[in-house]
T-cell receptor, first 107, second 122 residues
């Protein structure tokens, strides 16, 4: 199975900060990489698909990049409503696995 | 409006069985792969099972293989998860999830139900 390693596991930042989360796959997954946001008590929400494509309605301060095994998720200017846990997800070769999540808090 | 409504969760004893259902509306159900994703209390997301659009192909996480069976009824727009030989570690909120895009597993998981809690305890 493909393993996804996210870092950091938690992160504290101030409003307006640039925030970066990384996700590493245990093998080449091409561009089959998505990012989700889960606000406490809510179901996850798809933010970015295929590495860098924003889902409809997602603010442009969210972005993604990478290919192969190394991927990055960025919030260009952190807003209070961005407090959530973020997950990467791979879907290569008929398998689906999530990273362990990054909990983002406001400093 | 896309809606996914899970039902069937509850308290069950170790070794017991439970059947989860998900009623889908607002989209052409037979077109898309569907999935079950679970989240243990205070933990991350785990993909447990998926099924292709017409039900011909099914996939399971190693942790549930042989104990969980996914199925779908495209005539009733319903996704099911038959759970047996349940263990304490199966305790979680189970989400019914729609994928978009063709084929399996789809591209992104763009719609999620509200989740149903399964508790395995004596």
């Amino acid at each position: 199975d493909i393993q996804m390693t996210q870092s950091p596991s938690s992160l504290s930042a101030s409003v307006g900060d640039r925030v970066t989360i990384t996700c590493q796959a245990s093998q080449d997954i091409s561009n089959y990489l998505n990012w989700y946001q889960q606000i406490p008590g809510k179901a996850p929400k798809l933010l970015i698909y295929d590495v860098s494509n924003l889902e409809t309605g997602v603010p442009s301060r969210f972005s993604g990049s990478g290919s192969g095994t190394d991927f990055t998720f960025t919030i260009s200017s952190l807003q209070p409503e961005d407090i959530a846990t973020y997950y990467c997800q791979q879907y290569d070769n008929l398998s689906v696995t999530f990273g362990q999540g990054t909990r983002l808090e406001i400093k | 409006e896309v809606q996914l409504v899970e039902s069937g969760g509850g308290l069950v004893q170790p070794g017991g069985s439970l059947r989860l259902s998900c009623s889908a509306s607002g989209f052409t159900f037979s077109t898309y792969a569907m999935h079950w994703v679970r989240q243990a209390p205070g933990k991350g997301l785990e993909h447990v099972s998926g099924i292709s659009s017409y039900g011909g192909s099914t996939y399971y996480a190693d942790s549930v293989k042989g104990r969980l069976t996914i199925s779908r009824d495209n005539s009733k727009n319903t996704l099911n998860l038959q759970m047996s030989s349940l263990r304490a570690e199966d305790t979680a909120v189970y989400y019914c999830v729609k994928a978009w895009g063709s084929g399996y597993p789809g591209v992104g998981f763009n719609y999620w139900g509200q989740g149903t809690l399964v508790t395995v305890s004596s």
